[in-house]
């Protein structure tokens, strides 16, 4: 398995401001993915984090809104900007191990005001 | 783009029943992988299941798949209480370059 950390767990923020959510894995991951879960919702990939280099996104959803860092093979941030109560969701990060199974982070519960 | 469907969306049952739950996926798949989410947390991975597999068990834990029929199922046995929660699958299709793809889910509830 893996071991992933997610920060913030849970936050709850203004509309209009902008959130970064942290992932930190245990060990060096080649493929890293955000996902989005709305309140009683299935799983939405946002998109997929590329070390060195832009994000590859999902239709849907667009770098302006959900900037996306990945610095190294360990490391990701998603950023949800410019806020609305809409963006309240659950947000998960997410790394696949070599045996082809996906594991997930504990999630970042946002919710907007 | 391919969703995997399941089946039912809500489930309940006694404990010590048994629960099956369905998925069924559009186009070809590398493998299928079933997941547990508790409320309102993250998702613990259960068990993956390859095209060429047929039947995995894990614990109380089997899972079928039938690639003719484009469907999986999710058999928990002598369930508890603790089962309680929400299972989806997720499929990784050949031309999806890693990303899964996750059904609605079943909420299944475990009554003591």
């Known amino acids: 398995s893996a071991v992933i950390s997610q920060k913030p767990s849970r936050d709850i923020c203004q509309r209009g401001t902008s959130l970064t959510i942290q992932c930190q894995v245990d060990s060096q991951v080649t493929m890293m993915f955000w996902y989005r879960q709305q309140p009683g919702q299935s799983l939405t990939l946002i998109a997929t984090?590329?070390?060195?280099?832009?994000?590859?996104?999902e239709s849907g959803f667009v770098i302006d809104k959900f900037p996306i860092s990945r610095p190294n093979l360990t490391f990701s941030t998603l950023t949800v900007s410019n806020m609305s109560p809409e963006d309240s969701s659950i947000y998960l990060c997410s790394v696949y191990k070599n045996t082809g199974e996906l594991f997930f982070g504990e999630g970042s519960r946002l919710t907007v005001l | 783009s391919q969703q995997g469907e399941e089946d039912p969306q809500a489930l309940s049952i006694q404990e010590g029943e048994n629960a099956t739950m369905n998925c069924s996926y559009k186009t070809s798949i590398n493998n299928l992988q079933w997941y547990r989410q508790n409320s309102g947390r993250g998702l613990v991975h259960l068990i993956l299941?390859?095209?060429?597999?047929r039947e995995k068990h894990s614990g109380r834990l089997r899972v079928t798949l039938d690639t003719s029929k484009k469907s999986s199922s999710l058999l928990i046995t002598a369930s508890r209480a603790a089962d309680t929660a929400s299972y989806f699958c997720a499929t990784d299709a050949w031309n999806q370059g890693g990303k899964l793809i996750f059904g609605q889910g079943t909420e299944l509830s475990v009554k003591p």
């Open positions: 299941i390859r095209s060429n597999e």
């Open positions: 984090a590329n070390q060195g280099s832009e994000a590859t996104y």
